[in-house]
């Protein structure tokens, strides 16, 4: 598979700060229909991710976004093949990652973007291994 990430990322991404509220990046995820938005520092590195899973709690809307936030942030450069961005979702078990350039987010890469290739037939498995015809026939 030749594909890579920034073929399939969504390139417009929205981020905020850390002192952004919660009642602000609850605003920017619905108005945007996203699920997650990146938390980056003044000059675009990437320091958290909330998803809105971490804003359906009852949390006090004024509350700044860095004390939901994942401060673990799973990043992949754009221009690696898709299949390491594939591999950093399923070992962390996450549904998304951000794409970097030069450390600075770029991009978003979800799992649903993934199944694009299979859904536009840009990625062909291969076939399963067949069995030798000898196996298990005693002969040599």
């Known amino acids: 598979m030749n594909v890579k990430v920034h073929e399939l990322m969504a390139e417009s991404?929205?981020?905020?700060?850390?002192h952004a509220s919660v009642e602000h990046v609850r605003k920017i995820l619905a108005?945007?229909?996203?699920?997650?938005?990146p938390v980056v520092d003044s000059i675009g590195h990437p320091v958290g991710i909330v998803s809105a899973t971490d804003l359906a709690a009852d949390l006090p809307l004024g509350s700044p976004i860095k004390t939901v936030m994942t401060e673990k942030v799973y990043s992949v450069p754009q221009y690696d093949d898709v299949s390491i961005a594939a591999r950093v979702m399923r070992n962390h078990?996450?549904?998304?990652?951000v794409v970097t350039h030069e450390q600075r987010v770029v991009g978003m890469l979800s799992a649903f973007d993934l199944l694009e290739l299979i859904e536009g037939?840009?990625?062909v498995a291969k076939n399963a291994p067949t069995r030798s015809k000898h196996a298990g026939s005693g002969r040599r």
């Open 121 to 123: 037939h840009r990625f």
């Open 93 to 97: 078990k996450i549904h998304r990652v």
């Open 13 to 18: 991404v929205v981020t905020t700060e850390p």
């Open 31 to 37: 108005k945007n229909k996203i699920g997650a938005i």
